[in-house]
């Protein structure tokens, strides 16, 4: 049994890995589009209402990459544990120019998990993992969408981005609502900073195109 004294370090570690927030996402629980109240009620770990095992994040951002850039960013599979916060490894087993299978670990407090990832390449339109055969998950569903962005600024593109999973139990569920936005952004910016390491200074700044969970038209 994970004691308090690791839940409350992994919490403090969370908050203080908070560098690359560019990235601002929009929080889903229970397949609706609601943001994520800032303020919740107080309940301790083991006092648990009755709520959904499903948690969902959607983030949209117009970025200063191409969308072929972005794409071999996010695709790059065996290279998640040099960049992807919290990935432990990532290991490919096979790969074609449209699939690939991959196991992964992750791992942040107090929480690992090592899973098969099957991913559907559509060069450089899309990147899809899913994951059903996780001991925590029934499912894990990470998708990438990327499309054109500034008529006037070929380097540039929009990126979707969503995480979906339902988790198998209802403890992790509730344990989930104190770090999966955290880790969510967390994701979502590191490909970000990865694509300024490999490519240089990105041509306009990142904009978010999400408020309130509707996108905001240009």
Request: net charge positive.
């Amino acid at each position: 049994m994970i004691s308090s004294k690791c839940y409350s370090f992994g919490y403090r570690a969370l908050l203080r890995v908070s560098t690359i927030l560019r990235f601002q996402g929009h929080y889903v629980n229970n397949a609706h589009c609601q943001c994520h109240t800032l303020h919740q009620q107080r309940r301790t770990f083991f006092n648990f209402p009755n709520s959904s095992r499903k948690r969902e994040y959607c983030g949209r951002q117009l970025v200063g990459y191409t969308m072929e850039q972005m794409y071999e960013v996010v695709s790059d599979v065996e290279n998640y544990h040099k960049f992807v916060p919290w990935c432990k490894q990532s290991i490919v087993r096979t790969k074609t120019p449209s699939n690939l299978k991959a196991d992964l670990i992750v791992g942040f407090p107090p929480i690992n998990e090592s899973y098969t990832s099957n991913v559907t390449l559509v060069k450089p339109y899309l990147v899809k993992a899913e994951c059903r055969d996780g001991r925590l998950f029934h499912y894990l569903l990470t998708l990438w969408r990327f499309s054109p962005g500034l008529k006037r600024e070929h380097q540039s593109c929009v990126v979707d981005f969503q995480i979906a999973f339902e988790f198998r139990s209802t403890f992790h569920s509730h344990l989930s609502n104190l770090f999966f936005d955290q880790v969510a952004r967390q994701m979502e910016g590191a490909f970000i900073q990865e694509a300024g390491n490999r490519y240089g200074p990105s041509s306009i700044p990142p904009r978010n195109l999400l408020q309130n969970g509707n996108v905001i038209k240009s």
